[in-house]
């Protein structure tokens, strides 16, 4: 036991003997008696009480500033007194506190006696006599010896290899294949070469490449690095009359920090195969049916056909052209079955979409008339008759801008049933998908009256617009909805009918819309314009166009979708027809599929027109076309 | 220059040789294939017989390959008597269009654009127009032919039936007298809602079957009688009064419905199987007595004309294409064209079989031309007869061997073709 340890503990037997208080309870946590008032019992089985600790913060603050021994009072938790250190136990406190030894007396620093030391002393540290296995071999080095004496006779262990003393080397590019090109080769970038020095350097230069005076002040006024020559040509008599280079210095600096600021690297270049980017559409062998050949022409005409149309039931089509007849023919032999003449050049022919009618609408100058051409089922021919006969005029006769008259004599043994006098040139007519409203277009820029609607079974007409901003050049219904597409030259304004209100409006981004075509299905529109352009609208998708095809070399006069197969196709003013692949899908997601298929040509440009009108059979994949040479032209 | 060995082989027994094979220069024509064949047999039979044998190659197209085959192998080359071109006898000149010809052995009955049917001789006579149509008359047939006819309880001599069917949505079946010359309507077959595009009789010459644009098929009786049949719509007077006019009102007997486009052309196979071929790009086999659907051949053109060969009980069918196809109605499986016959231009408006021959049919088209096929070649036609200077509507093959082509250009052409011995027979 050291000097500090049996100094504590004689602290401990003085504290307790001095407060008089035996802990009868054992060193146990003080806690346990926490809510009590006293600590244990005495011999008597008496409490033994606390002393009374009823010092609130007040008094432990008085107590704090007028007891000079508060700081060395501590409170005993075995016995909960306070207790007064003395001046030793201070100075124990201080001494432990500063890690020093608790006994005042204790020297730590005493001389060492180096009994073990590396000097050899003639007697030995010890008086104890060496061992006996000191004097014996030992067992356990013999079987080690033992052990490696047979690894070294079976071969397992080989002396050490003598070091070789010779350096090692090898060679660094011994796998390196001579013939390949290395990065450090191919990324070396060879210094750009300095310029060559030509006549106006030369000690004697020809006297074109001395400067006059003037040239001279002027090269002396220009800034140095705006001057064409960085010196100025001389002249000396001879070779040896030619001072030294003044200038040497300074242009070696400059070539140096050409060659070291200027950075020299390879400037990446994209190899990007251009196969790649063009885009990965099916081929048009893969999407058949669609027109190919030319099968009939259908001739007759003896001057530009304007427009052409099919019978819903697909026997029948009717062209109107400029010689002011209107003709008739059978679509699966060209025939040309009948010829009726009109006052004017036909602008615009419109079959009656309802099967169940018989009508075919024409227009010419400022007339259209309503024919009935008797042809197909006779009895649908009679019916027609019919209903148009028996219209009884309303009581109220309401003032129309149209004039209706019905045909007589010679003309209705032409066909010709109802004959509507607009007050302007009609430039197209359209049916609606029933049958029984028709709108005419009569082009005339600020006016109001540029859109008609007619009601064929009560013979009305209305002016669906108030007011129409700019040139109107085509008008359709829409195939399913009460909607009504109005082209002008920049946009397609869609109006809601029933609502009577604008719902959209395309913008084509073309200078002209020549023609325009509603997809049967409603939700895309077709446009083509006389600079060349085809847009196609997906109105679901934005009101700018989903793409623009820009495959015409020459105005599009006339644009057309196929009501069944997914085609459509443009006729243009460079003589031919596109057939375009035109997939448009239920799912909203998947855009519409397009893909040009073929190029149909036949028309001979006539007057720098070529293809007038361009029409789809209703039931094949077959196309009709109309050109100014007069004649219609049936692609299978 | 090199040489080809080559062996001959035909089946018909009568022109047999030594079946050895022969070494002939690679660079052969037809005209020196046949001069070998033709060297052979007269070895063999004499002399006489050979001044008139020529002989053609099956394998026409093959021969031009001769000098890239192997020179180690033989060639196996079939022939065939050949047969003399079709020699062109009458070009008949009409008013307008020819929609449509048949012809027996005595007379020529044309179809017109005119609205009305010709009846000629073979000589090129015109002997009767059947005028009587408000609209073109787009198909024509002879039901029955100078023999005693059964009106009722009176007995007429040598009278002629044929029916004429037009734009017009009617069917019309004439009697003709040809000893008097004078022809009279019998009756009007009303019922069609399109144009009659169509017709074709059975071969109890009892029946007739009528396809139109109406996309129906319907079912006429062929026989004349006194009464009228029940007119389903007696409110329209002015149609009745024309009837009357024009022959008694008739009904159809039974409608076929199934085809979903017009039905462009209509035949008969036997007495119990209809066959017609439709805009809706398919042939449909029909039972007659039930009107039921047999088959379905579909194919990926709008059919324009069938034609059946009861010889070699196939169809061919010309359609909106370039292409003559073969088909075999009888099969179940995949694939229905047998051969396709490709050489015209424009869409095979007309096609006929050979009624004496297994091999042999006969195609008009848009591009002018009618062609002569021998199906065992199917790589080039035998003979082009480009007579014509316009489309070619119709043609049509007599039992006597006559071929005639009509068309656009108001002409009908006949061509003499030599009758040929069937190798079936031989």
Same mark, same amino acid.
């Given at each position: ?283 048009p062998k893969?999407l058949q049916p669609f027109p190919t050949t030319q099968s009939l022409v259908y001739r007759g005409h003896?001057?530009l056909v304007?427009?052409i149309s099919v019978?819903?039931?697909g026997?029948w089509l009717?062209s109107?052209s ?5 003709r008739?023919w059978e679509v699966s032999t060209a025939r040309c ?214 495959h015409h070399k020459k105005?599009?006069r006339s644009v057309a979708?196929h009501?069944?197969y997914?085609l459509f196709a443009s006729g243009s003013d460079d003589g031919s027809v596109i057939v375009c692949h ?14 040009p298929v073929k190029v149909l040509k036949g028309h001979t440009i006539t007057?720098?027109l070529g293809v007038l009108d361009v029409t789809f059979h209703p039931t094949q994949p077959w196309v009709f076309s109309s050109g100014a040479d007069g004649t219609v032209r049936l692609f299978t | ?99 449509? $010809? ?8 044309? &179809? %017109?654009? +005119? /609205?009305?049917?010709? =009846? *000629? !001789? ?78 074709? $009789? ?8 009528? &396809? %139109?644009? +109406? /996309?129906?098929?319907? =079912? *006429? !009786? ?57 805009w ?20 990926s053109k709008v059919?324009n ?13 010309g359609s909106t294409d370039r292409h ?18 490709t050489s015209h231009n424009g869409w095979v408006t ?13 195609s008009g088209s848009l591009d002018n031309v ?16 480009a007579?014509h200077e316009d489309k070619i509507l ?13 068309g656009a250009d ?17």
């Amino acid at each position: 036991v050291s000097d500090s340890n049996f100094s504590l503990l004689v602290f401990i037997t003085f504290s307790v003997r001095s407060q008089d208080i035996r802990n009868t309870v054992g060193n146990i946590p003080m806690e346990w008696y926490k809510d009590y008032p006293h600590i244990g019992y005495d011999l008597e089985g008496k409490k033994i009480f606390k002393p009374i600790r009823n010092k609130d913060e007040l008094d432990e603050f008085l107590d704090k500033m007028e007891n000079p021994d508060y700081w060395r009072t501590v409170q005993d938790k075995m016995t909960g007194a306070d207790i007064r250190l003395s001046d030793e136990q201070v100075d124990l406190v201080h001494r432990l506190q500063q890690g020093k030894f608790g006994d005042v007396n204790f020297n730590e620093y005493e001389p060492a006696i180096d009994f073990f030391s590396n000097e050899v002393m003639i007697h030995p540290v010890t008086n104890r006599p060496q061992d006996k296995r000191s004097f014996i071999p030992s067992l356990i080095e013999k079987e080690k010896v033992g052990k490696l004496v047979h690894a070294i006779k079976m071969g397992w262990i080989k002396p050490r290899r003598p070091k070789e003393t010779t350096p090692q080397y090898y060679d660094l590019w011994a796998k390196e294949d001579p013939n390949s090109i290395l990065g450090r080769h191919k990324m070396h970038v060879p210094a750009p070469k300095m310029k060559l020095p030509g006549h106006e350097e030369s000690y004697n230069p020809p006297p074109e490449y001395l400067l006059s005076e003037e040239e001279r002040l002027a090269w002396e006024q220009q800034d140095p690095e705006y001057r064409k020559l960085s010196f100025l040509p001389q002249k000396f008599a001879c070779l040896r009359a030619v001072p030294a280079y003044s200038r040497f210095i300074h242009e070696r600096f400059e070539r140096c920090l050409d060659l070291y600021l200027c950075p020299r690297q390879r400037k990446m270049r994209v190899n990007v195969n251009p196969e790649d980017l063009i885009p990965k559409l099916p081929k048009p062998k893969d999407l058949q049916p669609f027109p190919t050949t030319q099968s009939l022409v259908y001739r007759g005409h003896s001057s530009l056909v304007r427009s052409i149309s099919v019978s819903p039931s697909g026997q029948w089509l009717v062209s109107g052209s400029d010689d002011c007849t209107v003709r008739f023919w059978e679509v699966s032999t060209a025939r040309c079955l009948k010829t009726v003449e009109v006052g004017g050049a036909v602008k615009g022919v419109a079959w009656n979409p309802n099967p169940s009618i018989c009508l075919v609408a024409v227009s010419y100058d400022d007339t259209v008339v309503l024919l009935n051409p008797g042809l197909g089922d006779r009895l649908v021919c009679t019916a027609t008759d019919q209903l148009i006969s028996s219209y009884e005029e309303p009581e109220e006769v309401m003032d129309q801008s149209v004039q209706w008259a019905v045909a007589e004599g010679e003309g209705h043994e032409q066909g010709h049933r109802l004959i509507l006098k607009h007050p302007k040139t009609v430039r197209q007519v359209t049916w609606h998908g029933k049958g029984d409203y028709l709108a005419c277009v009569m082009p005339d820029n600020g006016s109001s009256l540029q859109v008609v609607i007619h009601q064929v079974s009560k013979r009305r007409t209305q002016n669906p617009f108030r007011k129409n901003k700019g040139l109107v050049q085509c008008v359709s219904f829409h195939p399913i909805r009460p909607y009504f597409f109005v082209a002008t030259q920049r946009y397609v304004r869609v109006y809601n009918l029933i609502k009577q209100e604008l719902t959209k409006k395309l913008m084509a981004n073309c200078k002209w819309i020549s023609s325009m075509a509603i997809h049967p299905g409603g939700d895309n529109v077709i446009c083509g314009s006389y600079d060349c352009r085809l847009a196609w609208f997906d109105l679901d998708l934005s009101t700018k166009p989903y793409k623009v095809l820009r495959h015409h070399k020459k105005a599009l006069r006339s644009v057309a979708y196929h009501r069944h197969y997914p085609l459509f196709a443009s006729g243009s003013d460079d003589g031919s027809v596109i057939v375009c692949h035109g997939m448009v899908y239920n799912d909203l997601l998947q855009n519409p599929l397009i893909v040009p298929v073929k190029v149909l040509k036949g028309h001979t440009i006539t007057h720098d027109l070529g293809v007038l009108d361009v029409t789809f059979h209703p039931t094949q994949p077959w196309v009709f076309s109309s050109g100014a040479d007069g004649t219609v032209r049936l692609f299978t | 220059m090199s040489q080809v060995q080559a062996r001959f082989f035909t089946e018909n027994k009568k022109y047999l040789i030594d079946d050895v094979p022969f070494s002939i220069p690679a660079a052969s024509e037809v005209a020196d294939l046949s001069g070998v064949i033709n060297k052979l047999l007269e070895a063999k039979n004499g002399q006489d017989l050979q001044d008139f044998l020529k002989v053609i190659f099956q394998k026409l197209c093959g021969i031009y390959y001769l000098e890239t085959w192997d020179k180690t192998e033989v060639v196996e080359i079939e022939y065939v008597e050949k047969f003399t071109a079709p020699q062109p006898e009458e070009c008949i000149m009409h008013d307008d269009w020819i929609s449509s $010809v048949e012809a027996d052995s005595e007379w020529i009955l044309t &179809g %017109s654009y +005119d /609205k009305t049917a010709r =009846i *000629w !001789s073979m000589e090129g006579k015109a002997v009767m127009t059947v005028a009587g149509h408000t609209d073109v008359v787009k198909d024509v047939a002879w039901v029955k032919r100078s023999e005693n006819l059964q009106t009722g309880s009176l007995v007429v001599n040598d009278a002629s039936l044929l029916l004429t069917a037009s734009l017009d949505q009617t069917i019309m079946l004439w009697e003709w007298n040809s000893e008097r010359n004078k022809v009279e309507a019998r009756h009007c077959c009303r019922g069609h809602a399109g144009s009659v595009d169509t017709v074709a $009789v059975d071969p109890t010459r009892t029946k007739f079957c009528s &396809g %139109s644009w +109406d /996309k129906m098929l319907k =079912i *006429w !009786s062929a026989v004349p009688t006194v009464e009228e049949d029940e007119i389903e719509e007696p409110n329209r007077p002015r149609k009745k009064q024309k009837t009357e006019q024009m022959g008694l009102t008739r009904t159809p007997l039974m409608t076929f419905s199934g085809h979903n486009e017009a039905v462009s052309s209509v035949l008969w196979m036997d007495a119990e199987e209809l066959c017609s071929a439709s805009w809706d790009h398919t042939i449909r086999l029909w039972d007659a007595e039930t009107g039921e659907q047999k088959s379905t051949l579909t194919g990926s053109k709008v059919f324009n004309s069938i034609s059946y060969s009861p010889l070699c009980r196939r169809l061919a069918s010309g359609s909106t294409d370039r292409h003559v196809r073969l088909w075999d109605p009888r099969s179940k499986d995949g694939s229905l064209v047998l051969l396709s016959l490709t050489s015209h231009n424009g869409w095979v408006t007309a096609v006929r079989w050979s009624p004496s021959h297994e091999h042999q049919l006969v195609s008009g088209s848009l591009d002018n031309v009618v062609k002569l096929w021998d199906t065992r070649s199917c790589k080039a036609p035998l003979y082009d007869l480009a007579a014509h200077e316009d489309k070619i509507l119709c043609v049509d093959w007599t039992e006597n061997g006559l071929i005639l082509s009509g068309g656009a250009d108001n002409k009908l052409y006949t061509y003499r073709y030599s009758t040929c011995v069937s190798d079936a027979g031989a």
